[in-house]
């Protein structure tokens, strides 16, 4: 049987999922069906490589199968890595990186003289404000 490596945290040990498609026998519609295996891992297998698996006697009370051999890595993990390399290219081709206070300072330059005068003492009206309904 051949399936993909989901975990490998046991010492000697890993965990193979098996997928297979079936048909219903009724309804004839495919669906697929997937099974976990406990398997002796002696290659040294990485999580999402795609291995194949035989029965053995039993190991120990779950181990009764083995891994022959490795047949390459889960092409559908290749695949997603390569799309986000891809996405992130593009993203930081289209919006550059700006730094904070770069952006701060361009948006201050933006506004004309008379503005940043007027905020400020807008800004100074309102502290006095506060600062008197505090006092009563």
Known sequence: MIGRVVSTKMKGAATVLV?????????K???????????D??????????????????????????????????????????QKQAAEAAIAEVMPEEKEESRVESKQSLRPDGLQESSKKVNKEVVKVRKEKTSL
Not at 19 to 27: D, G, K, M, Q, S
Not at 29 to 39: A, D, E, P
Not at 53 to 70: A, D, L, M, R
């Open 41 to 82: 891992d002696v290659l040294s297998t990485k999580d999402g490589d795609i291995v194949e698996i035989v029965k053995v006697k039993p190991i120990s009370k779950n181990k009764h199968w083995k891994i022959t051999k490795v047949i390459g890595k889960d092409l559908a993990e290749i695949i997603e890595s390569a």
């Open 29 to 39: 519609k495919t669906f697929i069906r997937s099974k976990k295996y406990l398997v």
């Open 19 to 27: 997928e297979r498609v079936v048909t219903h026998p009724l309804y």
